[in-house]
C-alpha cells in the first residue's frame, strides 16, 4: 500500500469525527449500516465534544491545533542519557524517515536521513535537564499533551527500566 499523507487524512478525520458528533453525514456515499440486523443509530452529545488528535511532529501538532474542538497530543520518542549521542544512535535503530529510503525498504537509507536537526525536530533526546527543556518547549509552542515514548538506550536495559528511568529523570 502507498503510504498516505499523515497531516492530510489527520485533518480529514478530525473533519469526519465532527461531522458524526454533529449529526452530519460523514461518509454519505456508504450504505446505511446495520448491526445485528438494527439499524445503527449514533446519539449525538447535547453538548461539544472535545476530539484529541494525537501527532507526531510540528505539522501534525499544527493541524491538530487548528481545530477549535481538537487538542493536540503529540507523541515524541525519547531516550534519556547522560550522552547525548546515546540516544540519538538508538533513535536512529529505529525505521521511519525519508518516504523514498521506505518505499524501497532502504533501511540504511532511512538511518542516514536521519539528521541530528530531524531527530531533534521529532525526539526528546539527551541528558535529563535538555529533555526537561524539550518538553516545556514542546508545552510552550501550544501542545496541550506531550506523550514520550521511551526507548531503551543503556547497555542491557530492557523497555520497563528505560521507562521506569525515564519517569524518574524527567521528575526529577
Partial sequence: AKPGKPSEDMRAYINQVRDILE??????????????????????????????????????????????????????????????ATPSTAVRRRPGATRQAFQRNDLAGIKAALTDDLLDEFCVLGPASRCREQ????????????????????????????????????AS
Fill in 135 to 170: 518538553l516545556e518547549a514542546i508545552r510552550e509552542s501550544g501542545v496541550d499533551m506531550p506523550i514520550m515514548m521511551p526507548d531503551p538506550v543503556e547497555p542491557g536495559e530492557t523497555y520497563r527500566q528505560a521507562v521506569e528511568r525515564t519517569l524518574e529523570a524527567i
Fill in 23 to 84: 449529526g452530519r453525514p460523514a461518509y454519505p456515499g456508504l450504505p446505511p449500516q446495520s448491526y445485528q440486523g438494527q439499524p445503527l443509530q449514533i446519539r449525538h452529545p447535547a453538548q461539544r465534544v472535545p476530539i484529541h488528535a494525537a501527532a507526531a511532529g510540528p505539522r501534525m501538532a499544527e493541524v491538530a491545533g487548528r481545530s477549535p474542538t481538537a487538542r493536540s497530543a503529540p507523541g515524541s520518542h525519547s531516550a534519556v542519557s547522560r550522552n547525548c
